[in-house]
Antibody
Framework: QVQLKESGPGLVKPSQTLSLTCSVS??????????WSWIRQPAGKGLEWIGR???????HYSPSLMSRITISADTSKNLFSLNLSSVTAADTAVYYC????????????WGQGTLVTVSS | SFDLTQPPSVSVSPGQTAAITCSGD??????VSWYQQKPGQSPLLVIY???QRPSGIPERFSGSNSGNTATLTISGTQPMDEADYYC?????????FGGGTKLTVL
């Protein structure tokens, strides 16, 4: 059974960088059949896609966040990471990591989500 | 930019059929996935590639996609189906989510 778990600080100060890690168990992030995504959800609002990374190393970012995002992977530790720079209160949200299936088959495994609050 | 539009809310009586729509320009030319999200939980994939059900998803969930509109249909809706539902599609290597629809079963 594939499991994903987000970890990182729950509180980040404005203008600083939000850094989260998604640890994957029960499957390898090196598998060519999947990609690995970050999605966020402000309280009471909808889902917002942040970006994804493939086992090949290819990365796609949300156009609206592209200038502030970095997604990377550490295959030796079977995890992938998100860095979001210059955060503001608008970046306060529950951040999810998820496994996506190639051929546009949806994201079938999600982490439990982690709340990140941007506040001084 | 590419937008997906969903009705904010849909109500259905138990045992009846619920239909949740998702509209976008030429959406029928893209694959659509649907997610169910209950309060305090992570989203759950219920439909992918327009009408395919992942393992473990009840047969009462079905989907279609044509023209500019994709539809998630829940037949014989049960109280446990009350949740927020999100459609999702790819556009130019980016993923787009609809704004979500709150399904009320009453």
């Amino acid at each position: 059974q594939v499991q994903l778990k987000e970890s990182g600080p729950g509180l980040v100060k404005p203008s600083q960088t939000l850094s989260l890690t998604c640890s994957v168990s029960g499957g390898s992030i090196s598998s060519g059949s999947y990609f690995w995504s970050w999605i966020r959800q402000p309280a009471g609002k909808g889902l917002e896609w942040i970006g994804r990374i493939y086992s090949s190393g290819a990365i796609h970012y949300s156009p609206s966040l592209m200038s502030r995002i970095t997604i990377s992977a550490d295959t030796s530790k079977n995890l992938f990471s998100l860095n979001l720079s210059s955060v503001t209160a608008a970046d306060t949200a529950v951040y999810y990591c998820a496994r996506g299936r190639i051929a546009d088959s949806g994201s079938d495994y999600w982490g439990q989500g982690t709340l990140v609050t941007v506040s001084s | 930019s590419f937008d997906l539009t969903q009705p904010p809310s849909v109500s259905v009586s138990p045992g009846q059929t619920a239909a949740i729509t998702c509209s976008g320009d030429k959406l029928g030319g893209k694959y659509v996935s649907w997610y169910q999200q209950k309060p305090g939980q992570s989203p759950l994939l219920v439909i992918y590639q327009d009408g395919q059900r992942p393992s473990g998803i009840p047969e009462r969930f079905s989907g279609s996609n044509s023209g500019n509109t994709a539809t998630l249909t829940i037949s014989g809706t049960q109280p446990m189906d009350e949740a927020d539902y999100y459609c999702q599609a790819w556009h130019s290597s980016a993923v787009v989510f609809g704004g979500g629809t709150k399904l009320t079963v009453l």
